[in-house]
């Protein structure tokens, strides 16, 4: 088996490994994660556009939802990469790519059932799969260009 293979299937697997890490984070711990970033943001944003409100919980409500759809772009692109280097790529393997992150976003809302203070969130499945979408038609097209 080529070594570019197994590579590829690695960083699928290390990815996965990060975001369970990040879903088994209690609820405080996991906030506490994300208003650091907001705040990081906000201050950055400032600086840049002085005279800006924020309405904070709204914001890292907002930054949340963006790591959710962020963290599952890397995932598609990781997932269809790794199935390009399996083999061809054609529309099975988008829908098998895809398939794959869909069903890896359940099964992380699912986990999160055993999180203190942390539940499933339909709505975080639907943006983990519009995220994972971007990712490989993102790598389809920009495969197709090179």
């Not at 088996?1 to 369970?20: E, G, R, T």
């Not at 919980?57 to 939802?65: D, L, M, P, Q, V």
Request: contains cysteine; glycine residues 6%.
């Amino acid at each position: 088996m080529p070594i570019h293979k197994i590579l590829s299937w690695i960083a699928v697997l290390l990815w996965m490994a990060l975001i369970f890490n990040l879903s088994s984070q209690v609820a405080e711990q996991s906030n506490q994660l994300s208003t650091g970033i907001t705040k990081v943001v906000v201050k950055t944003v400032k600086k840049v556009v002085p005279n800006t409100n924020f309405d904070i919980e709204s914001f890292n409500h907002i930054i949340r939802k963006s790591a959710h759809f962020f963290a599952y772009l890397v995932l598609g692109m990781l997932v269809i990469n790794a199935l390009k280097r399996s083999g061809e790529i054609d529309t099975r393997s988008v829908l098998i790519a895809l398939g794959i992150c869909i069903l890896y976003a359940v099964s992380d809302e699912v986990h999160q059932l055993f999180i203190q203070g942390r539940g499933p969130g339909v709505k975080d499945v639907f943006i983990d799969s519009a995220g994972a979408s971007v990712g490989i038609w993102v790598s389809v097209i920009i495969s197709r260009l090179l």
